[in-house]
C-alpha cells in the first residue's frame, strides 16, 4: 500500500496507510497521554486518554482507533483537547487512593505524570468518598496487586490472555467495582508474569520482589543484555549506589528490541540480577586460605612455570567473545590447550517456544564462530587445570587447579576472584547469531579483575 | 559567547570610589560609635551568658533537633517514602523500608536515621514530608557526643523526642 500524507499540529508526516494514528504519533514524538495502548497489545480503546482533535470532525477522537487518511489535520495540543484531557484524567484518577507516598510505581507512574502535563485540577470528591477495593493483595509469581490504584486499561489481562494465553487474570464487577482479579483460589502462575508489572501504567501491579527496596528515581538504568540464556534479551540493569555502600543491582527491566525479545522477558532472567551480588568470591584463596592478591598472584606464576608442558584452560561459555578471544591467545602463547565442555550448559526444560532458549550458555554461539574445542579428550594429562568460571571445573581431575571465580562454592589449589559480566564489557552472541554490545554497568568501589587482566598478568609471566 | 556567561556591570569605578577614604571613613564612623556607646554603659550590651543562661527566644518555628511524630494509635506516622532523603541536600538520612505487618498500613521504616553532624538544619526534610511524621520542633539546639556514631541518631532515638510545643501527633489528613 502507498503511503499517504498527513498534517500533525502542523507538520508535514508521511506514513504508511494501515498504521494506527497513535503508533505514528508515538514514532514521531508527539506526546500523547495513553493508558490502554500499548504497542505489543494493540489497541482496546478503554482508557479515552488518547484524544486527539482531527480537522472536519466534531468531537475529539481516540488516536488509538483511528487510521490516518490522505490529507488528514491532526491536532495534539489546543484548549479543547487540553480541556478533554483534563476531564477524562478526573475520571480516571476519581476512585484513586493517592497513597504515592508508599507505592512503588510512584516516580515512573503515568498517572503522576499526566496528572502534571494534564491535569492540575482540584479534587472534586472527598477522599471519603471514594470506593475502597482490596490492598496488597499476593497474585503469586512475584506480582502485586492494588485494586484501588487500577486504571482498567486491561493491558494485564490482554497480555494473559493474548500473549501467554494463560487467561489467569481478568476484570470483574461493574461500574466503580470493577476490579483486576484472577479466579477465585487461582493464582498468577506462567513463566512471564512478571512483565505485567512493567505493562502496568500505574501502581496497581508491582514487583514483590522489588517491593520496597528502593525508590525508583534514585535509580540508573543502563541497557545491557540478560546472560540467563542464549536468547540475548535486551535488558536495563537498574542499579544506585547507596551513600558508604556499594553499586547494587536492584532490578532488570525488558528493554525493547523487536529482533529479539520484542518488549519482554521471562521471569528467571528477571530475577537473575540477584545472582550478581550474592555468594561473589571476593578474596583469593591459596591451599584453602584466604591471602592477599600479591601471595596469590606469586602463587599462580610458581604453579604456570612449574606446569609449562601440560596447561589446560578452561574457559565459560560465559564470557564475552572479546575475554575468549583473549584467551585464545594466551593459550597460543602457554602452548595450552583452550576447551570449552557444553554439556553443563543445555538445560532441555528450561527452554520453552518463545524467550527461553535451552542453551544456558549467554556466549556460546560465539564458542562455535571462534572455533573453541568443546571436547577435551579423556586420555590426556592435566599438569594444570586453569578455570575461567566454568561450571565442569569440579568434576575435571588435575595435578594442580587453579580457578577464576564470580561465585563462591568450588574448591580448588588456588581460588581467585573474577569481576562478574556486569563489571566488564564486551560482546555476547546470541544464539542467531546476532552480536550485542554490553556495557559495564556496575562500577564497585574495589574493582575486581575481569579475564582480560587475569590474562595481561599471565602473558606477563611467560615472558 | 557561552549562553551560560552573564556580563554584570562593575561597580565602583567612579573617583570617589577609587579613592576609598570616604568608604573607609563611614566604616570606621559606625565602629567607634558603637566602641563609644559600649565602653561608656558595659552593661546595656546584649549578651547571653551561655550555658549557664539558657536561651528563651526559641519559638515554634525554629528548626532545632529532628524528630519522628506518632500516628494517633501511637504508632509510628513515617511511612518510608523517601521524601526526605530525596529532598536533603546533604544526604544525611538514611532510609531502610519495610513491609508494615500491623494492618495499619503498607510500609513502614526499618531503619531511620539522620547523620546529624552532616546535616546543615535547613529544613526541607519537614518540608517535603507528606505525612508529618518528620519535624524539627524538639527546641533541641545542642546534641553533645563522644564519639561519630552518636550523632547518627536511629529511629527508636527520633521517635522518643518530644516536641516542644504542643503539638505531639501526626497531624496528616487533617
Same mark, same amino acid.
Given at each position: 500500500m502507498s503511503d499517504i500524507t498527513i498534517t500533525v499540529d502542523g507538520k508535514e508526516l508521511t506514513v504508511p496507510r494501515d498504521e494506527l494514528l497513535i503508533k505514528i504519533l508515538n514514532k514521531n514524538n508527539f506526546a500523547i497521554p495513553q493508558f490502554c495502548y500499548h504497542d505489543a497489545l494493540g489497541m482496546d480503546g478503554n482508557c479515552r486518554m488518547c484524544m486527539v482533535e482531527i480537522e472536519g470532525q466534531k468531537r475529539p477522537q481516540i488516536a488509538c482507533n483511528t487510521l490516518p487518511k490522505e490529507g488528514m489535520e491532526v491536532r495534539t495540543r489546543g484548549e479543547k483537547i487540553d480541556a478533554t484531557r483534563q476531564k477524562i484524567l478526573e475520571l480516571e484518577l476519581i476512585?484513586?487512593?493517592?497513597?504515592c507516598p508508599i507505592c512503588?510505581?510512584?516516580?515512573?507512574?503515568k498517572l503522576q505524570d499526566y496528572y502534571m502535563d494534564y491535569g492540575l485540577y482540584d479534587s472534586n470528591i472527598a477522599k471519603s468518598d471514594k470506593v475502597h477495593q482490596r490492598k496488597h493483595? !499476593?497474585?503469586?509469581?512475584?506480582v502485586m496487586l492494588d485494586q484501588e490504584r487500577c486504571v482498567l486499561c486491561a493491558r494485564c489481562t490482554r497480555f494473559t490472555s493474548d500473549i501467554t494465553k494463560t487467561h489467569e487474570l481478568g476484570i470483574i464487577g461493574r461500574g466503580d467495582h470493577a476490579c483486576v482479579s484472577t479466579m477465585p483460589g487461582k493464582k498468577l502462575d506462567n513463566a512471564y508474569a512478571m512483565n505485567v508489572v512493567d505493562l502496568c501504567p500505574v501502581g496497581a501491579l508491582t514487583s514483590k520482589d522489588f517491593r520496597f527496596k528502593q525508590r525508583v528515581w534514585f535509580l540508573t538504568s543502563t541497557p545491557s543484555i540478560c546472560h540467563g540464556c542464549a536468547k540475548g534479551c535486551n535488558i536495563f540493569i537498574d542499579h544506585n549506589r547507596e551513600k558508604y555502600k556499594d553499586d547494587t543491582v536492584y532490578r532488570f527491566r525488558p528493554r525493547e528490541n523487536q529482533q529479539i525479545n520484542g518488549h519482554f522477558i521471562c521471569d528467571t532472567g528477571r530475577l537473575s540480577y540477584k545472582e550478581l551480588q550474592e555468594k561473589r568470591q571476593l578474596e583469593s584463596i591459596f591451599e584453602a586460605e584466604p591471602v592477599e592478591m600479591d601471595v596469590a598472584t606469586s602463587a599462580l606464576k610458581t604453579m604456570l612455570k612449574m606446569h609449562l608442558k601440560d596447561i589446560v584452560i578452561l574457559a565459560s561459555p560465559e564470557l564475552y567473545k572479546e575475554e575468549l578471544e583473549s584467551l585464545m591467545r594466551l593459550s597460543e602463547r602457554l602452548n595450552a590447550t583452550l576447551v570449552c565442555p557444553m554439556e553443563s550448559y543445555y !538445560?532441555?526444560?528450561?527452554?520453552? !517456544?518463545?524467550?527461553?532458549?535451552?542453551?544456558? +550458555? +549467554?556466549n556460546a554461539k560465539a564458542i562455535e564462530q571462534l572455533g573453541i574445542s568443546t571436547e577435551l579428550s579423556q586420555e590426556q594429562h592435566i599438569g594444570l587445570l586453569m578455570s575461567f568460571d566454568h561450571r565442569d571445573f569440579p568434576e575435571i581431575k588435575s595435578d594442580h587447579s587453579v580457578t577464576f571465580q564470580t561465585h563462591i562454592g568450588v574448591d580448588a589449589d588456588l581460588i581467585l576472584p573474577l569481576a562478574a559480566y556486569s563489571e566488564v564489557a564486551g560482546t555476547l552472541v546470541n544464539e542467531d547469531g546476532i552480536e550485542q554490545w554490553c556495557k559495564q554497568v556496575i562500577h564497585r568501589k574495589e574493582p575486581l579483575y575481569s579475564v582480560r587482566e587475569w590474562v595481561r598478568l599471565l602473558e606477563g609471566v611467560e615472558s | 559567547m557561552d549562553k551560560r556567561i552573564k556580563t554584570v556591570p562593575r561597580y565602583g569605578t567612579g573617583f570617589k570610589d577609587r579613592l576609598y577614604l570616604p568608604a573607609i571613613y563611614e566604616g570606621m564612623k559606625i565602629t567607634f560609635k558603637h566602641l563609644k556607646d559600649n565602653v561608656s554603659d558595659s552593661n546595656a550590651i546584649d549578651v547571653l551568658e551561655y550555658p549557664e543562661e539558657q536561651p528563651t527566644d526559641i519559638t515554634e518555628r525554629y528548626r532545632g533537633l529532628h524528630r519522628l511524630t506518632h500516628r494517633e494509635d501511637d504508632t509510628v506516622a513515617c511511612v518510608a517514602c523517601f521524601m526526605c532523603a530525596t529532598a536533603c541536600p546533604s544526604n544525611c538520612i538514611f532510609i531502610e523500608a519495610t513491609e508494615r505487618t500491623d494492618g495499619v498500613d503498607e510500609k513502614m521504616p526499618q531503619r531511620f536515621a539522620i547523620d546529624t553532624l552532616e546535616c546543615i538544619f535547613c529544613g526541607y526534610c519537614v518540608e517535603a514530608c507528606p505525612c508529618d511524621a518528620i519535624r524539627m520542633d524538639t527546641g533541641i539546639f545542642s546534641l553533645t557526643g563522644n564519639a561519630r556514631e552518636d550523632f547518627v541518631l536511629e529511629k527508636e532515638q527520633l521517635l522518643a523526642y518530644k516536641g516542644a510545643f504542643g503539638e505531639e501527633k501526626s497531624i496528616a489528613g487533617k
Open positions: 476512585n484513586h487512593p493517592v497513597d512503588d510505581q510512584a516516580g515512573e507512574c493483595i !499476593d497474585l503469586g509469581s512475584e !538445560d532441555e526444560r528450561f527452554g520453552d !517456544d518463545w524467550l527461553k532458549s535451552p542453551q544456558r +550458555a +549467554a | -
